[in-house]
């Protein structure tokens, strides 16, 4: 019996349906894809809230970010030697003291958002491999770091977390690096919300507490108050 090929058109029918039907399934794909990434870093953070309040019950204190708490993890920028990338640094040292010497994590969580092990931002990129975490103790009146802010550069919580989000874009909160003098932290443009679209602008950010610390101005807007408060 003699076999027939498929012929020009009806090759060109069935490259039509699988064009088709990709179109159809990737996006759905990557949109749960996305969702599957917000659900990790709000998880990811709630693991890390719980390890840093169980840290404040032992030192009194949230971890530290700056060289005048912990040299040996630290420059004077808050960032030391990368936990993921040899030889490189990166904001995940700043987690550290929640793996050793007592582990109140088992480990320190990937950025869900990074491509490439960087999540882009403002200034520097290359060092934000993971949460971009402050605390307002380093940054209160007198300490010499971020113009003694205090809580402003927190929204108004004693510690602050926040992942890029699905728009890749570090706002660290609601507040640019590069803005000068204030740093403020405030709600424009900070917050992710899955109903402006599954890929859109803002971090996700968890605050701890209402910070007791005095700051040079209050924030733009109070999380740690709000109904962005955990």
């Not at 987690?95 to 520097?124: C, M, R």
């Not at 706002?171 to 690096?177: E, K, V, W």
């Amino acid at each position: 019996m003699r076999r027939r090929a498929f012929t020009l058109i009806e090759l060109l029918i069935v490259v039509a349906i699988i064009a088709i039907l990709a179109a159809i399934a990737v996006p759905n794909f990557l949109e749960a894809q996305t969702r599957a990434k917000v659900s990790r870093a709000k998880a990811d953070m709630r693991s890390l809230t719980t390890g840093m309040e169980a840290y404040y019950i032992d030192y009194n204190r949230y971890p530290p970010v700056f060289t005048t708490m912990v040299p040996a993890w630290f420059t004077t920028t808050g960032v030391g030697r990368s936990v993921f990338k040899s030889g490189q640094d990166g904001v995940s040292a700043r987690f550290i003291p929640l793996t050793t010497p007592i582990a109140y994590i088992t480990s320190v969580f990937a950025e869900p958002f990074a491509v490439n092990g960087v999540a882009a931002g403002t200034f520097p990129q290359q060092v934000y491999d993971t949460f971009d975490y402050v605390q307002a103790a380093e940054f209160q009146p007198g300490t010499g770091f971020g113009a003694g802010q205090g809580s402003a550069l927190t929204s108004g919580g004693a510690w602050r977390i926040a992942s890029v989000g699905p728009d890749r874009y570090a706002a660290f909160g609601g507040r640019s690096t590069m803005d000068g003098a204030g740093h403020l932290s405030n709600i424009n443009g900070a917050n992710y919300d899955p109903t402006n679209g599954t890929v859109s602008v803002g971090d996700i950010v968890r605050v701890g507490s209402s910070a007791p610390y005095p700051s040079g101005n209050p924030p733009f807007y109070d999380r740690a108050s709000g109904p962005y408060a955990n």
